[in-house]
């Protein structure tokens, strides 16, 4: 199984400032159709968590354009451009090249300093 | 809209058996492929379960082989999960979700607790 993990795993931000979390896999996640399944979930506290992004860096429609993703291969990164409080909660990555199983990063908790 | 309903989920004894149903609507539900996950309370989200768009291809974690079942009625637009001989580390709300360029939409959880 592809073992996916994240860090840091508590990320305390400042309001509008940037927030980066780091997503490394165990093999690489290039699929053999050229496509790199890896995405990326927001869990609002309290929510259901929901795609932010999907392909490493195509954001899901409604999604705020200061959420971005990008990386390759095994290493892979989500940036908040500048941290609102509604971006408070857990983040998770999540590859979708080797399956099953469909494997996740444990979570990074997301709060205000 | 797409909404994704889950219901079925309740209180059960070790042992005992449930029967989860996700219903679909707002989009072409035979055109996708389904998957169940589970958040145990307070972890992280683990996948459970997946099935193709017709149901003649289905795959499951390591931990629930054998004991759930998932399967679809695409005619009522509503996916299934059948738990069976369930322990106290299946406690968890599953989520039903719709596969599109990998897991896409969630609908709000069934709790399930297993416990005597």
């Known amino acids: 199984d592809v073992v996916m993990t994240q860090s840091p795993l508590s990320l305390p931000v400042t309001l509008g400032q940037p927030a980066s979390i780091s997503c490394r896999s165990s093999q690489s996640l290039v699929h053999s159709d050229g496509n790199t399944y890896l995405n990326w979930f927001q869990q609002r506290p309290g929510q259901s968590p929901r795609r932010l992004i999907y392909k490493v860096s195509k954001r899901d429609s409604g999604v705020p354009d200061r959420f971005s993703g990008s990386g390759s291969g095994t290493d892979f990164t989500l940036k908040i451009s500048r941290v609102e409080a509604e971006d408070v909660g857990i983040y998770y990555c999540m590859q979708g090249t080797h399956w099953p199983p469909w494997t996740f990063g444990q979570g990074t908790k997301v709060e205000i300093k | 809209e797409v909404q994704l309903v889950e219901s079925g989920g309740g209180l059960v004894q070790p042992g005992g058996s449930l029967r989860l149903s996700c219903a679909a609507s707002?989009?072409?539900?035979?055109?996708?492929?389904m998957h169940w996950l589970r958040q145990a309370p307070g972890k992280g989200l683990v996948w459970v379960s997946h099935?193709?768009?017709?149901?003649?291809?289905?795959s499951y974690a390591d931990s629930v082989k054998g004991r759930f079942t998932i399967s679809r009625d695409n005619a009522r637009n509503t996916l299934y999960l059948q738990m069976n001989n369930l322990r106290a580390d299946d406690t968890a709300v599953y989520y039903c979700l719709r596969d599109y360029q990998g897991l896409e939409y969630w609908g709000q959880g069934t709790l399930v607790t297993v416990s005597s």
């Open positions: 707002g989009f072409i539900f035979s055109n996708y492929w």
């Open positions: 099935i193709n768009n017709d149901g003649s291809g289905t």
